[in-house]
């Protein structure tokens, strides 16, 4: 059997495990690179110890951020450890993959200020912006995903219980997620005034390109979307869709939500992901303290 095949039965498995079609496309591209560090995939089978171990140092090296380096070596460890499992190698190398936790956030996120200063730079006096400014305000408001984004429908919109629904996100689980005044405000007006003239189509996508006929926005033209806006605001951070999730997380427990709370707001499977915010949340505390507490140095 080819290696070719060994990737589709991989991809294939994945499926029957029940992840998204956006979990296995990211999984695709970083086995690319896995298989560009070993020079083809072809040629696992005479790697060893040394050379699958050296595979996180390799990455380090290619300024990858700590984020993708962890993405690409749990791919790797995934993708070993099937193959192993499916009899397709000898020796199991997911034993040789360190994956290292990460517990600390990008540098990126927003001050709730920036946050501020993005949303309202957004010019919406035309239609792309009346869309452009309601995607912005729903990602700040409930810290969806970017393919979940990108997948919503204009069924899953409830402007009478405020909420938005989520269908099959990562690891395939559906949530309600309020969506806040502002977001319904904005969104309410791009189903109005803009949706009903663009909407040529009988699919029924919450996000529509502006180009001629109008079809559903992809998930890339979101994400430049996105960071063409944070850059027009003048911000020096580099804004993303998944910068407007970290920072939605951290300004709730700057605020003094509960983490169980957030972890369903953000679809966490586990609640020790969601606890890493805690740290934004007492540095700023420590620098409110320093500056504002009456006891404190001189």
Do not use: C
Request: net charge positive; proline share 4%; glycine share 6%.
């Amino acid at each position: 059997m080819n290696t070719m095949a060994w990737e589709s039965l991989f991809m294939e498995n994945l499926r029957l495990r029940g992840l998204s079609e956006a979990t296995i496309a990211t999984r695709t591209r970083s086995l690319r690179v896995f298989s560009r560090y070993l020079g083809g995939l072809e040629t696992i089978t005479q790697a060893d110890r040394k050379t699958i171990e050296g595979y996180g140092p390799w990455l380090r090296s290619q300024d990858y951020t700590p984020w993708s380096v962890i993405t690409h070596l749990s791919t790797a460890w995934v993708f070993l450890n099937f193959l192993h499992r499916a009899k397709l190698l000898p020796w199991d190398g997911s034993q040789w993959i360190h994956l290292r936790r990460i517990t600390q956030l990008p540098r990126n996120i927003l001050t709730p200020m920036e946050a501020r200063r993005v949303l309202e730079s957004v010019n919406a006096n035309s239609p792309r912006g009346i869309r452009d400014r309601a995607i912005m305000e729903l990602f700040y408001a409930s810290g969806i995903r970017l393919a979940e984004m990108t997948a919503l429908t204009v069924e899953d919109v409830d402007f009478r219980n405020a909420l938005v629904r989520v269908l099959h996100g990562k690891g395939g689980k559906d949530r309600l997620v309020p969506m806040g005044s502002e977001a319904m405000q904005w969104l309410s007006r791009y189903l109005r005034d803009v949706r009903p003239t663009w909407s040529r189509m009988a699919h029924r996508a919450l996000w529509l390109s502006s180009i001629r006929l109008h079809p559903r926005l992809s998930s890339t033209l979101i994400g430049l979307m996105v960071r063409q806006r944070g850059k027009a605001s003048g911000i020096s951070k580099r804004l993303t869709p998944h910068v407007w999730r970290h920072s939605v997380a951290s300004h709730l427990v700057s605020q003094g939500s509960d983490l169980a709370t957030i972890q369903n707001l953000l679809g966490h499977a586990s609640i020790e992901t969601t606890a890493i915010y805690t740290r934004v949340a007492v540095t700023d505390l420590k620098e409110m303290m320093a500056s504002s507490h009456p006891r404190r140095a001189a």
